[in-house]
C-alpha cells in the first residue's frame, strides 16, 4: 500500500499569502484523504499537483476556525467540478460534534446544493479534554431543527476499553481518532497498518539450503 502526504497549509490563526491555514492530504490508493480544512486550502490546492476531486474522506481536528473554515468553500467548489451521479459514494467527514450543525447552517444559508452525497460522523468529546470553563456541550444543537434531508452520518462514543474511536477499518488499515488536550476538544488521528504476511516459496528456500 503506497502513502504519500502533502503539506497545504501548516500556519497557525490565519492564512498568510505565502502559507496556508491547517491542510495535509494524505494520498492512497488513488483516494485523497484530507486533514484539516483551513481557511484556503482550496487555493493551496489548486498550485499543488493534487486533484481535489479525488477527495473522498476529511477529518477535522478540532473546531477553531483555521482549521475547518474552508471546509464549506471546498465542498461548492468540489460540487462544480461535478457531475450529478446518484450511484457515487458520499464523501464522509470526520469532526467534533457541532460539526454537521455548522456544515448544515452554512450551506443552508448560502443556498449552496451540492450535486454529490457527504455524510459527517461526529465525535462524541469527553470533559476532560479542555479547560472546564471552555467545555460547550453540543450534543442537543438543532436536534429539532435540522430536517430529515440534513446530512446523515453516525454520532461516535469513546470506546473506553480501545481509549480511542474507530473511524475507518478495511482489509489494508484502520484509522482511528484519540482525545488531544486543547482549549476546546480536539482530536489527533492514527492510520495504522494491519499486518501483511508474506509468501515464501519453500521449495526455493529448501534449495538454497
Known amino acids: 500500500m503506497s502513502l504519500d502526504i502533502t503539506f497545504l497549509g501548516t500556519g497557525s490563526a490565519y492564512p498568510s499569502p505565502a502559507r496556508g491555514a491547517s491542510a495535509l492530504v494524505l494520498r492512497r490508493e ?3 484523504w484530507l486533514f484539516d480544512c483551513g481557511e484556503g486550502t482550496q487555493t493551496q490546492l489548486m498550485r499543488s499537483h493534487l486533484r481535489a476531486a479525488r477527495i473522498t474522506k476529511i477529518f477535522i481536528t ?6 475547518f473554515f ?4 471546498l465542498l ?21 460534534l457541532g460539526l454537521r450543525s455548522f ?18 460522523h461526529e465525535l462524541v468529546p469527553t470533559r476532560d479534554q479542555c479547560p472546564a470553563e471552555e467545555f460547550k456541550d453540543f450534543s ?14 453516525r454520532v461516535l462514543h ?6 480511542s474511536y474507530l473511524l475507518v477499518e478495511d482489509e489494508q488499515l484502520v484509522v482511528r481518532a484519540f482525545r488531544l488536550f ?19 516459496n519453500v521449495l526455493k528456500l529448501k534449495d538454497l539450503g
Open 30 to 32: 488513488g483516494q485523497c
Open 62 to 67: 478540532h473546531l477553531h476556525g483555521d482549521h
Open 158 to 163: 469513546l470506546d473506553l476499553g480501545e481509549d
Open 140 to 153: 442537543g444543537l438543532d436536534r429539532d431543527e435540522v430536517p430529515p434531508q440534513g446530512p446523515p452520518g
Open 76 to 96: 461548492c467548489t468540489l460540487s462544480l467540478q461535478s457531475n450529478p451521479d446518484p450511484n457515487k459514494p458520499p464523501v464522509d467527514i470526520y469532526g467534533p
Open 182 to 200: 486543547h482549549r476546546i476538544p480536539s482530536f489527533g488521528f492514527v492510520l495504522e497498518e494491519k499486518p501483511r504476511p508474506g509468501r515464501l
Open 70 to 73: 474552508g471546509l464549506p468553500g
Open 103 to 120: 456544515l448544515w447552517r452554512s450551506l443552508e444559508l448560502s443556498h449552496s446544493q451540492l450535486l454529490f452525497p457527504y455524510t459527517v
